[in-house]
T-cell receptor, first 111, second 113 residues
Framework: SQQGEEDPQALSIQEGENATMNCSYKTSINNLQWYRQNSGRGLVHLILIRSNEREKHSGRLRVTLDTSKKSSSLLITASRAADTASYFC???????????FGAGTILRVKS | DAGVIQSPRHEVTEMGQEVTLRCKPI?????LFWYRQTMMRGLELLIYFNNNVPIDDSGMPEDRFSAKMPNASFSTLKIQPSEPRDSAVYFC???????????FGPGTRLTVT
């Protein structure tokens, strides 16, 4: 079964707007990661946040983690058409390098 | 570095045929992962290796699937015999020592008719 569940399943916004995606998971984790997948391509790692961190930034990306609620959010600011993709959260299920991916959020940025 | 390399990129085969998917991880990476992605089931981990040794194959759907990693630079995923329900995109990914980020290949789109 999937460890992470993203919300919403799909999101459509105008270029320049912010996009927020949420992820909930079930068990304790060491870290949580976000990946992007463009249509027909492999996944690309975006950012990793450790369980003892609450917030992390990378360029236009901001990730938060609330371990008490077992949830994370990914914020993309000032979105661009090139941000159109599927976004997945992945958790490490507390051991090894094995990741469990959520179902993903499909983001469409309209120009 | 060229990144993770997978071949073939597309494979169309008939039910009952043997299919072999190939992967070359990033040089120096010691973890290799095989995933399957479908609309219905999302992205599923099939098996992963550490230093060429299979660590967890609990995601392999059935005995028709097998994976090998004869050396640090090459892995195969074999399906024999193939069935229409095996149609999916198969991804290989690798990660380095102490690294948690995984680097994905472009995938192999398998269609079994």
């Amino acid at each position: 079964s999937q460890q992470g569940e993203e919300d919403p399943q799909a999101l459509s916004i105008q270029e320049g707007e912010n996009a927020t995606m949420n992820c909930s998971y079930k068990t304790s984790i060491n870290n949580l990661q976000w990946y992007r997948q463009n249509s027909g391509r492999g996944l690309v790692h975006l950012i990793l946040i450790r369980s003892n961190e609450r917030e992390k930034h990378s360029g236009r990306l901001r990730v938060t983690l609330d371990t008490s609620k077992k949830s994370s959010s990914l914020l993309i600011t000032a979105s661009r058409a090139a941000d159109t993709a599927s976004y997945f959260c992945a958790t490490d299920a507390n051991y090894g390098n094995k990741l469990v991916f959520g179902a993903g959020t499909i983001l469409r940025v309209k120009s | 570095d060229a990144g993770v390399i997978q071949s073939p990129r597309h494979e169309v085969t008939e039910m009952g045929q043997e299919v072999t998917l190939r992967c070359k991880p990033i040089s120096g990476h010691d973890y290799l992962f095989w995933y399957r992605q479908t609309m219905m089931r999302g992205l599923e981990l099939l098996i992963y290796f550490n230093n060429n040794v299979p660590i967890d194959d609990s995601g392999m759907p059935e005995d028709r699937f097998s994976a090998k990693m004869p050396n640090a630079s090459f892995s195969t995923l074999k399906i024999q015999p193939s069935e229409p329900r095996d149609s999916a995109v198969y991804f290989c990914a690798s990660s380095g020592p102490g690294g948690h980020e995984q680097y994905f290949g472009p995938g192999t789109r398998l269609t079994v008719t």
